[in-house]
């Protein structure tokens, strides 16, 4: 991984096409730095921009670092008081998250993504923590349990989410950028977001440095953001495949394949072998060996009560009672599907290429 001292050294001969400025945020000495990555986030940046500046007040300064934008999320930007980056080129979110963390002058640094809108009262909540905190401390927050988009698929990922990343508050494995407040010292400290890891997952690697190095994680369950997923079945299948592809090839590396990990969670790893030993068994039994039924009626039961939590945030966030139950369904009988397919995948993907690809020091 690049040093950030390295990356300091390189930055200003890289790909900066453009820095400008606008009236209306605080520079000199603001105590938080709101850092916001954007790529061809035309369809969610104006939302975001708009929530952000309305959660800020003169104690802070908003950068934008767009990553070689083609859409127009450059343009939007510039309608904002922030101080607007461009790369000419796509470099990916961990090397623009630690561009705007460079170029940035608050302690404190506050990490959020293009397609999340933020509460009134979350900066609040991160100045009023951190300036009571211990030094080594590093907060974060999840997403609302409903989402921008109220649609089902949505509202499923959303709790989905905000259960899996609120369930160990006090001591969770990771913080994710779509809300993650770190002082900028702490930041140099550890050395930035690793900038060879793959499309995603830099947040959880910087978090398990972060632990490595002696810092406090914790999550705030009030600290929220309203996250923008516009998620059909297909986008929600396609975000499943992703994810866990990532994860089990991150893992493998990390040896932590079964860690209760946030939305890697024990509750999801039990429910997916749950649900393939399933099938398997009633194959077993349709093929004539019915002594298995105990087995699978305690392994059924097992995994209702391993989710039981999760399945209660599906019903009592959902927007009915009715598509509660769906959350449910969905969640039991076919969500394990896709994340099935992203298994397959990624030990496919491991077996075509070294573990070393996956390094993380």
């Given at each position: 991984?690049?040093?950030?001292?390295?990356?300091?050294?390189?930055?200003?001969?890289?790909?900066?096409?453009?820095?400008t400025?606008?009236?209306?945020?605080?520079?000199v000495?603001?105590?938080?730095?709101?850092?916001?990555?954007?790529?061809?986030?035309?369809?969610?940046?104006?939302?975001?921009?708009?929530?952000?500046?309305?959660a800020?007040?003169?104690?802070?300064?908003?950068?934008?670092?767009?990553?070689?934008?083609?859409?127009g999320?450059?343009?939007i930007?510039?309608?904002?008081?922030?101080?607007l980056?461009?790369?000419?080129?796509?470099?990916?979110?961990?090397?623009?998250?630690?561009?705007?963390?460079?170029?940035?002058?608050?302690?404190?640094?506050?990490?959020?993504?293009?397609?999340?809108?933020?509460?009134?009262?979350?900066?609040?909540?991160?100045?009023?923590?951190?300036?009571?905190?211990?030094?080594?401390?590093?907060?974060?927050?999840?997403?609302?349990?409903?989402?921008?988009?109220?649609?089902?698929?949505?509202?499923?990922?959303?709790?989905?989410?905000?259960?899996?990343?609120?369930?160990?508050?006090?001591?969770?494995?990771?913080?994710?950028?779509?809300?993650?407040?770190i002082?900028?010292?702490?930041?140099?400290?550890?050395?930035?977001?690793?900038?060879?890891?793959?499309?995603?997952?830099?947040d959880v690697?910087?978090s398990?440095?972060?632990?490595?190095?002696?810092?406090?994680?914790?999550?705030?369950?009030e600290?929220?953001?309203?996250?923008?997923?516009?998620?059909?079945?297909?986008?929600?299948?396609?975000?499943?495949?992703?994810?866990?592809?990532?994860?089990?090839?991150?893992?493998?590396?990390?040896?932590?394949?079964?860690?209760?990990?946030?939305?890697?969670?024990?509750?999801?790893?039990?429910?997916?072998?749950?649900?393939?030993?399933?099938?398997?068994?009633?194959?077993?039994?349709?093929?004539?060996?019915?002594?298995?039924?105990?087995?699978?009626?305690?392994?059924?039961?097992?995994?209702l009560?391993?989710?039981?939590?999760?399945?209660?945030?599906?019903?009592?966030?959902?927007?009915?009672?009715?598509?509660?139950?769906?959350?449910?369904?969905?969640?039991?009988?076919?969500?394990?599907?896709?994340?099935?397919?992203?298994?397959?995948?990624?030990?496919?993907?491991?077996?075509?290429?070294?573990?070393?690809?996956?390094?993380?020091?």
């Amino acid at each position: 991984m690049m040093c950030l001292h390295q990356f300091l050294l390189l930055i200003d001969t890289l790909d900066l096409k453009n820095e400008t400025d606008k009236e209306g945020i605080n520079k000199v000495n603001p105590l938080i730095s709101i850092i916001i990555p954007v790529y061809n986030g035309a369809t969610t940046l104006e939302a975001c921009l708009y929530s952000t500046i309305h959660a800020m007040d003169r104690d802070c300064e908003l950068i934008v670092v767009d990553d070689g934008s083609t859409d127009g999320s450059a343009e939007i930007a510039q309608r904002f008081p922030c101080r607007l980056i461009q790369l000419r080129h796509n470099w990916g979110a961990a090397y623009t998250r630690n561009l705007g963390a460079y170029k940035s002058f608050g302690k404190i640094l506050f990490f959020t993504d293009a397609d999340c809108l933020l509460d009134k009262t979350a900066l609040s909540l991160v100045r009023q923590k951190m300036q009571q905190a211990d030094e080594r401390l590093v907060i974060g927050g999840s997403y609302t349990p409903r989402p921008y988009d109220d649609h089902f698929f949505s509202r499923f990922q959303s709790i989905f989410v905000h259960y899996s990343e609120n369930k160990h508050a006090t001591a969770p494995d990771y913080i994710a950028t779509h809300a993650m407040a770190i002082r900028a010292s702490t930041f140099q400290q550890v050395g930035g977001f690793n900038e060879k890891m793959g499309p995603i997952l830099e947040d959880v690697e910087f978090s398990h440095r972060l632990r490595q190095a002696g810092m406090v994680l914790q999550m705030l369950p009030e600290l929220q953001v309203q996250h923008i997923f516009n998620y059909s079945l297909r986008d929600s299948w396609k975000n499943a495949i992703r994810k866990t592809r990532y994860w089990i090839q991150y893992s493998l590396k990390n040896h932590d394949l079964l860690v209760d990990s946030g939305t890697a969670s024990i509750e999801l790893k039990t429910n997916v072998i749950s649900y393939y030993l399933t099938c398997l068994l009633l194959l077993m039994i349709a093929a004539g060996m019915p002594f298995v039924l105990p087995v699978l009626v305690l392994m059924l039961a097992g995994n209702l009560y391993i989710s039981r939590g999760l399945l209660e945030a599906f019903y009592i966030h959902s927007s009915s009672r009715l598509t509660g139950l769906m959350a449910m369904a969905y969640y039991l009988l076919v969500y394990p599907l896709p994340v099935g397919l992203g298994v397959l995948v990624a030990l496919i993907n491991t077996l075509r290429q070294p573990l070393s690809h996956w390094k993380t020091d």
